[in-house]
């Protein structure tokens, strides 16, 4: 029988690092720590082998879909399969950057949302029955957090497809370009629109996990909380390891459990509203 195997995706440090330290302590297999940067990552498996754990390394980039393509040949080969699939890699520019909003915008969508998007498309086939995937959001990935109406209707309609979803995403980057995405709604940071679009995702992919015929595959979107990391220019107040408890909690959720599933889980792994 092939070993049970996790993967956390931007964890050479931060949220991602911690629930892989976390993972190594409570997740009966092998835990892999994937970057895409390898210099760094092996670094972080070395500091994590210091403290008498076991991680691996795997280089992942989300944004390429051949090095995400190379993963999942990897875990097909060497494992058959996958059990345990943390989206956590993502990216938030700071309130003071320079980047231009259009250029904000683009990069940030295409990161959070679209390259999260081709990892699941790749790794999905992969999950075996009871295999828990979790998608690291945030609080800014609530409806709320976009004001106009008119779009948040749009992503709590009960009809929406993964391809209107991407729509959706891909209009805000054109009205983020044309200088209009205020006024059309969308509001005026691209983090809060790119995670919104995560959350959304993960309650698209819960109902189609639902019809799936391999059994009792779980997946939930996850706020870790204002965390002390670098993406925060580390203002949070919980530590990377506190972070990490709702992201490890829903990985490792038993084998046919009620609940949470298909549902936005809060840093104190309490269930929350998306609007």
């Known amino acids: 029988m092939a070993s049970r195997v996790a993967v956390v995706t931007g964890s050479n440090k931060g949220v991602g690092f911690a629930t892989v330290r976390a993972l190594c302590k409570h997740f009966n297999g092998d835990v ?31 944004t390429s879909i051949s090095s995400i393509k190379t993963l999942a040949s990897f875990l097909k080969t060497e494992y058959g399969g996958l059990d345990v699939l ?32 081709d990892v699941c498309h790749e790794l999905f086939p992969l999950l075996r029955p009871h ?31 993964e391809d209107e979803l991407c729509n959706l995403m891909n209009q805000f980057v054109e009205d983020a370009k044309s200088g209009i995405h205020a006024e059309k709604g969308w ?6 629109v790119s995670k919104v679009g995560v959350s959304a995702l993960t309650f698209l992919q819960h109902k189609s996990f639902l019809q799936d015929p391999r059994p009792d595959i779980v997946i939930n979107a996850v706020h870790p909380g204002f965390v002390d990391t670098d993406m925060t220019s580390h203002k949070g107040h919980l530590t990377p390891d506190q972070g990490a408890e709702a992201p490890s909690y829903c990985a490792l959720l038993p084998a046919n459990i009620e609940s949470p599933r298909g549902q936005f889980i809060w840093c104190d792994k309490t269930i929350a509203t998306f609007l």
């Open 131 to 161: 295999a828990r995937v979790v998608n690291v959001t945030s609080s800014a990935g609530k409806l709320s957090r976009i004001p106009g109406k008119e779009l948040q209707q749009k992503f709590l309609a009960e009809s929406l497809t």
């Open 187 to 192: 509001g005026n940071s691209a983090y809060v």
């Open 32 to 62: 892999f720590l994937l970057a895409r940067d390898e210099k760094r990552g092996k670094a972080a498996v070395e500091a994590l082998k210091n403290e008498g754990l076991n991680p691996k390394f795997h280089l992942l980039d989300i």
């Open 86 to 117: 943390v989206n956590n890699a993502g990216i938030a520019y700071k309130n003071e950057d320079p980047t231009p909003f259009p250029e904000q915008a683009k990069n940030t969508i295409k990161i959070n949302f679209f390259a999260t998007l």
